[in-house]
Every structure is written in C-alpha cells, then in structure tokens.
C-alpha cells in the first residue's frame, strides 16, 4: 500500500458536456490541486449527429431530438453531482451543419445550456492537451490525430509543443456514409474508400513540417481497434491506454472486417456492435493517416478531447487569478523550452518596453501592453525549435497552441501575432489569425509588431550595446536617439532598415541619432 497521501481536492466540481457528430458525452469531475481532477460521473449516447449530414448539409430531426433528450438528462446528473461550473462545446457536426446555429438556440432556449461551437483548431488542441499531460512527449517529435464522427484532426508537435494543425472532414460517420462502408465489402470497394481518404489528406495535411517518430491516437476508433487487436492476440485485462499498435496490424484488421456482414462484424471481441457500421472507415482513416506520416506506430490514448476540456476548465478558473510575475514567468520558462536566447531577447523587451512608453502618448497608443510586447519580444524567436526558415511562423504556431498560465485565448492570439510579424511580411487582413482579428486587435497587432522589429533590430549583434532610448515625435517624424555603451552603428543601421512598417502603421518618417550625433 502506497503511504502517499491522497491528491487534494479543491471542492471545484466541473460538468463537460461534448456534443460530438457519433455520440454526446458528459463527464462530472472534481478539480484537485495538482491541477488535475477525478471523475465523478460518466454518461455517453450515440446520436449519431452527423448521420446524413454529408447528403443533406443538415442535422436530423431525429438526432436533434435524441441529442436535447440526452443533454436534458445530463443536466439533472451535473446538478446532482454539484457540478459548480459547466462548459458544453459542440465539435464537426454542428459546426458543419447550416441548421448549427438552430439547434444550439434551441438547446438554450430549452435547457438553459448554452452550447459553444468550437473550432477544428481548438478541438485539436484540446486533444493535444490531453495527450501532453498523459505522456512525456519532451524532446520528441510527435502526431496526434483525433478521429471523431464527422472530422480527424493531426496535430504535429515538436518537443511538447504544437507547430502544425490539419483539420480535415474525415470523421468516421462522415466517411462511412459518403462512401458507402457499413456492410460487407469488396477489396474493390476499400480500395476506393482508401482513395478518396488519401485524397482528402493531400488536399487538407499536405506539406507536413516534419515527418513525426510515433503518432498518438485519441477518439473511439482507435480505443476499439486496441482493444479488438488485444483479444485477438489474447491479451485479458490488458490496458488500452498506451497500448501501441503496428501499422501492419491495423491493415490486417480493416482487411478483415471490411470482408465481414455487419452482423458478424456486431459479434467482433472488443468491439462494441454499436460502433460495428462505421468501425471500417475509422480504421481506414487511422491506416491512410499512418501511410500519409510515414509512421508505422500509433499509441493510443484513451481520453481526448473531453479530457483537454476538463483541463482547460480548470486552467481557466485558476488562470485568472495568475500575477504578473507568475505569467510573465510562464513565458520565460515556455521560452527556455524552446531553446530561445534569453539573454538577446531580453535585451529586445526592454528595448521594446521603452520605446512603447516613450511613444504611446503621442501616438496613442496604451503603454498596458508593454506586457503583450515583452512577451512577444521573449517568444518571436520560438520558431527556431522547428527551424530558422520561416521561424515566425512556427512562433505564430507554438505560441497560439501554447498553454501559457494566465493567458486567456484572445490574448494568446494577440500575442502569436505580434510574434510573427517581428520580421517578414506586414500584416493583411488576408493572413490566417491576423485577419480572424477585431478590427481594433489589427491596429493594435500592427502598432504593437512595428514597435517590436524596431526592438529586435536595435540588438541586431545580439551584444546588447543600447543602453537607452529617447523619443521625439513631431508632426511628420518620429526621432529616436540611441545611447550605446560602444559602437551601435550596425544596430542602427539594421534599425533603420527595419524602419518600414512603423514608418507605414504611424505615417510618419523614422530618424535614428545616437547622443553624440543628435540633431535639433
């Protein structure tokens, strides 16, 4: 018997409900100090949402009605259990669907539950999170591919931390209804299927940034084709979590059951009958993602993104009452992390810390962002984890994927955008998250990303020779006077050649002096 004591809880108790395209779920748990939780309660039913989406464009009356039905029951257990704080979050199907909207107005309207629609993007990172608390993921470049009813999201992630996501329509319900994979089948037939799978992946995962050393699979799938292979080698009472699984073997399975009727497929060991019509698609899924990686290992995780929700939940609650100093420290370590140079970036955020308060009252800008600079200014060079080629876009990546304490998710994708643009093209409306931005958050990212290549190229040497900055702003021009304890000529120099969005975003000429040279 163990003589550690038993994880404190904090008397938090969280209701998630997942209203997924194959079934809606809620799990109750109790928050622990450890920032992890344990459950209370468990309730999953099959309602099948995305069942004819891809014919129709639109969610059933029938899987409607049995979906409400089921939430209304969740209700009474959360309420039961004294689920504090709930969250809902609806995935694929009603996010695809054009009566979406409807029926989350209609849940609202009948039970009080307020439905939030998430994006591929997000569904994807909570599975990741899920899967990066469940196994030491430090160091190794990973895929994590979550197979739902309607959609499979990929996630490629180097050393614990997200640099790509596909989102892709090829959920389990979705592809058995639209190539026809609930019965028997014909070699003729998978072949087909697999086809159109790898043509889909082509389209929407194309160019992955690295070829990952083992993928991480989450959803029913992949715990049914675990436990499926299990019994087959007579495995009794073996854990599906963590169980790996070759590439060979998943092939021979989809072999195999795509050759049976449905009603044998039905009496398969370990696979549940209720999931027997559209096993052969999620197995074909997992097979063409696995050729498509190049990886020949899938291990499987048993949770997902029910599990990251949990933990996001409890992140949130606890996120908000995080100082200055704690965020602040989070990005410091998520920096280190990276392998980012502190000492060079440091230098960079206190150049850009003085510049904003220097300038924010002529140019109107808030100097309360100082803090969203100086984060940007110590994680711009993130990227260099994945590579030095386009380096601000993997920083876009890993900082808006990242779990930084005390950052909610607007400020992260504020904070991924000033990042980016440290350096190559001005931000466009046309860009992926610039352009998902308010109006008001584009200024304030373009005013914000100026200020920061400014910063970045005034420690062009990385010798950290400018000790202080003075400004003046005038009607047309901005003059900044560099005190440097050497020579600072090459940072100016690279100032002034990086002088071309400020000069842009501020509409008004750049002039650079040192104090020596300085100009009336």
Not at 80 to 107: K, L, M, W, Y
Not at 262 to 281: H, M, T, W
Not at 325 to 347: I, N, P
Request: glycine share 6%; with cysteine.
């Amino acid at each position: 018997m163990s003589n550690n004591p038993p994880p404190t809880t904090s008397n938090e108790r969280l209701a998630a409900f997942d209203v997924g395209s194959n079934s809606v779920r809620l799990v109750v748990a109790e928050a622990l100090e450890t920032g992890s939780y344990r459950i209370l309660d468990e309730e999953r039913e099959n309602t099948r949402l995305a069942a004819g989406l891809s014919r129709t464009g639109a969610l059933s009356d029938q899987a409607i009605a049995s979906t409400i039905e089921a939430l209304k029951n969740y209700i009474v257990i959360a309420d039961g259990q004294g689920a504090t704080h709930r969250r809902a979050i609806a995935t694929s199907a009603v996010r695809d669907a054009d009566n979406g909207p409807d029926f989350c107005e209609r849940v609202q309207e009948e039970l009080g539950l307020a439905i939030e629609t998430i994006s591929a993007q997000e569904e994807a990172r909570l599975a990741f999170l899920s899967v990066s608390r469940a196994f030491d993921v430090t160091g190794k470049q990973i895929a994590v591919a979550d197979i739902g009813g309607g959609s499979t999201e990929i996630v490629l992630a180097s050393s614990g931390m997200i640099e790509k996501v596909f989102t892709t329509q090829l959920g389990a319900v979705r592809v058995t209804d639209k190539c026809g994979l609930a019965g028997q089948l014909t070699d003729r037939q998978v072949r087909s299927a697999a086809k159109f799978v790898d043509r889909q992946l082509k389209k929407y995962a194309r160019k992955p940034p690295f070829l990952p050393s083992l993928l991480f699979g989450t959803g029913g799938t992949f715990t049914a084709m675990a436990a499926m292979i299990s019994a087959r080698k007579g495995e009794t009472d073996q854990p599906m979590w963590g169980y790996r699984v070759k590439r060979s073997e998943v092939h021979h399975l989809l072999s195999d059951l795509a050759s049976m009727p449905l009603e044998s497929r039905r009496k398969v060991p370990g696979l549940n009958p209720r999931r027997a019509d559209i096993i052969v698609a999620g197995l074909l899924i997992i097979d063409r993602v696995m050729k498509h990686l190049a990886v020949n290992v899938t291990q499987v995780h048993t949770r997902g993104v029910r599990d990251g929700l949990l933990l996001d939940m409890i992140q949130a609650s606890r996120g908000s009452s995080a100082s200055v100093a704690e965020r602040q420290q989070a990005v410091e370590q998520f920096a280190e992390r990276c392998g980012v140079d502190l000492r060079h970036t440091r230098q960079v955020a206190r150049i850009a810390r003085k510049l904003l308060n220097e300038l924010a009252e002529p140019l109107e800008m808030e100097t309360r962002d100082s803090e969203l600079l100086e984060a940007a200014a110590l994680l711009a060079n993130a990227g260099y984890l994945i590579s030095y080629d386009k380096h601000h876009k993997h920083s876009y990546q890993l900082i808006l994927n990242s779990e930084l304490r005390g950052f909610e998710r607007r400020e992260l994708q504020l904070l991924a955008c000033i990042a980016r643009y440290h350096r190559g093209a001005h931000p466009k409306k046309k860009h992926k998250g610039y352009g998902d931005l308010a109006e008001a958050d584009q200024h304030r990212v373009a005013k914000l990303a100026a200020i920061l290549r400014l910063a970045f190229a005034l420690d062009r040497t990385h010798q950290q020779q400018v000790e202080d900055i003075r400004c003046d702003v005038k009607k047309d021009l901005v003059s900044i006077e560099v005190a440097a304890k050497e020579n600072a000529d090459v940072d100016i120099w690279a100032a002034r050649r990086k002088a071309d969005l400020f000069e842009k975003v501020f509409r008004k000429q750049v002039v650079f002096t040192t104090r020596e040279e300085r100009v009336e």
